[in-house]
């Protein structure tokens, strides 16, 4: 079975600087999706940035970038320019790419604060 | 186009009591399915719904119920409520339910307290 690791339960950053929330999953399989969710407190969890996993490049959304290192099993979020906004939840997830739909694994968490 | 929508958002059931939750998907969204988030245990796949049929299935035990409606609606039901089914059950709505399509929507979440 699928897990994902999720090693710092809180982190901080000051607004206008950078941080990076770590996450690292363990799996068999070679064809698969990593993503990062963003869940602001009492509000709905919605998709920051998707990785698939047989793209070698990066993928990017504008302030968001992932660091994806296959072999490492690594999937990091690096979050530019951090706006109080950015404050909430951030979820790694893992997603089977085999034929049929299968569950999304999640991480624990990192509750991310911006300081002003 | 509205988002997924869960009712209710908040409800207080005691012990022993039944319960059930509803989420209406995206429009045209023909899969959904329920996790269930606690600070312990974080977010788990309780099931999912396609086309009215129970397609994938997690590990939780048979008080846990759901269903699917032919316009793409799901409740889920939990009966024999215990403390421990306190969590915030989260819907997710996608277009097919496919891997491929990787995308899930989520819903706001029916916060279920049990005392």
């Known amino acids: 079975a699928q897990t994902v690791t999720q090693s710092q339960p809180e982190m901080s950053v000051q607004e206008a600087e950078t941080v990076t929330l770590s996450c690292t999953y363990d799996?068999?399989?070679?064809?698969?999706?990593l993503f990062w969710y963003k869940q602001p407190p009492s509000r709905q969890m919605i998709l920051v940035i998707r990785?698939?996993?047989?793209?070698?490049q990066n993928a990017t959304e504008n302030r968001f970038s992932v660091n994806f290192q296959k072999a490492a099993k690594s999937f990091s979020l690096k979050i530019s320019d951090s706006q109080l906004g950015d404050a909430a939840m951030y979820f790694c997830?893992?997603?089977?790419?085999?034929?049929?739909?299968?569950?999304?694994?999640f991480g624990k968490g990192t509750r991310l604060s911006v300081i002003a | 186009k509205a988002g997924v929508t869960q009712t209710p958002r908040y409800l207080i059931k005691t012990r022993g009591q039944q319960v059930t939750l509803s989420c209406s998907p995206i429009?045209?969204?023909?899969?959904v399915s329920w996790y269930q988030q606690t600070p312990g245990q974080g977010l788990q796949f309780l099931f999912e719904?396609?086309?009215?049929?129970?397609?994938n299935k997690g590990n939780f035990p048979g008080r846990f119920s759901g269903r699917q409606f032919s316009n793409s609606r799901s409740e889920m039901n939990v009966s024999t409520l215990e403390l421990g089914d306190s969590a915030l059950y989260l819907c997710?709505?996608?277009?097919?339910?496919?891997?491929?399509?990787?995308?899930?929507?989520f819903g706001e979440g029916s916060r279920l307290t049990v005392l």
């Open positions: 429009s045209g969204h023909r899969s």
């Open positions: 997710a709505s996608s277009l097919d339910g496919n891997s491929r399509a990787g995308e899930l929507f």
């Open positions: 719904y396609f086309s009215e049929t129970q397609r």
């Open positions: 997830a893992y997603r089977s790419a085999y034929p049929g739909n299968t569950p999304l694994v």
């Open positions: 799996t068999s399989e070679s064809d698969y999706y």
């Open positions: 990785q698939e996993a047989y793209k070698q």
